[in-house]
């Protein structure tokens, strides 16, 4: 007869925890966080940012020239992976002998341009984990690559032509990172060739194309949301089972004592 008691009481308890259960699920489940894209604020604008600080009118005159600039603007715009872009100001060109931009072809000149960039956002702090890497492709893509050593929160940069250091951080906000570099970066796939002893660069045929980076990681990171959500609820799932389990435990318990 007690047993008997005990067991409806038991049950009672059951149902209601889980009532309670079900009822309380909804809004938790809701209130996991969503890893949906943050829509970008603002809207950075590189002629904007580029004209107020610096000086930088040359390297922007290149952008503008080469059309490199919509490039640019289009990836601060429009991915998640955002850019990085090294600004050489006006004094670092005036450093560089002026035959060796001009004698360039207007592809070169482009390809210069783009090696300035990378397609991706960077904090100065990124680079520490950047130097691990052997080489970063840029928005030049194949073979133009820059290699970056971090020594106590200064980054130097190595073209394998020029080596160069970043200067300042113009401005550092995801997704666009801006540094000042003391020099031109010059790639050693356009300036190595003019030089005789120096000996090709070895391909690096497993870099893709800058372009396709970005849309990459942007659908792995759709895929990767649903099943995440799912993990969440299952998870929850999980912890209700468990207080639910224990709560009857518990409730047996007492009434045996009793
Ligand atoms: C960006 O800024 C420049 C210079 O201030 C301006 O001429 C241009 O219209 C702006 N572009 C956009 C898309 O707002
Ligand atoms: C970037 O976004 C601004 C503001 O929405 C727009 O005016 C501009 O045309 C865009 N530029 C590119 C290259 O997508
Ligand atoms: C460091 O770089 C590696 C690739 O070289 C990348 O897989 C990893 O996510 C990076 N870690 C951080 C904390 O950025
Ligand atoms: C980058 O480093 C790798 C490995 O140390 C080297 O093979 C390569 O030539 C370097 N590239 C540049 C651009 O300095």
Aim: charged letters at 15%; proline letters at 9%; one cysteine or more.
């Amino acid at each position: 007869m007690e047993f008997y008691t005990i067991f409806i009481v038991s049950n009672v308890m059951l149902l209601m925890s889980s009532a309670f259960a079900k009822t309380a699920s909804p809004p938790s489940v809701s209130l996991t966080p969503t890893p949906a894209p943050a829509p970008a604020p603002d809207f950075v604008n590189l002629t904007d940012l580029l004209t107020v600080t610096g000086p930088f009118h040359t390297f922007l005159g290149y952008l503008e020239s080469t059309k490199v600039l919509d490039t640019f603007q289009n990836q601060a715009n429009n991915t998640e992976e955002g850019i990085t872009i090294f600004v050489p100001k006006d004094t670092a060109f005036s450093a560089v002998k002026k035959t060796s931009l001009s004698k360039l072809t207007p592809d070169q000149l482009k390809q210069v341009i783009l090696f300035h960039a990378l397609p991706h956002f960077y904090s100065l702090a990124d680079f520490k984990n950047l130097s691990q890497t052997s080489s970063t492709p840029t928005f030049a893509g194949g073979d133009y690559t820059l290699n970056f050593t971090y020594d106590s929160g200064s980054v130097h940069i190595s073209s394998g032509w020029s080596k160069t250091k970043v200067s300042s951080a113009v401005h550092v906000t995801d997704p666009v990172a801006i540094y000042q570099v003391d020099k031109v970066l010059l790639p050693e796939a356009i300036f190595g060739t003019d030089i005789p002893p120096a000996p090709a660069p070895a391909p690096t045929p497993d870099i893709a194309p800058a372009a396709d980076s970005p849309t990459e990681h942007s659908a792995d990171s759709k895929a990767a949301s649903p099943s995440s959500t799912h993990d969440g609820s299952s998870s929850h799932k999980l912890i209700n089972c468990g207080i639910l389990a224990n709560l009857v435990l518990a409730t047996f318990g007492m009434l045996v004592l009793m």
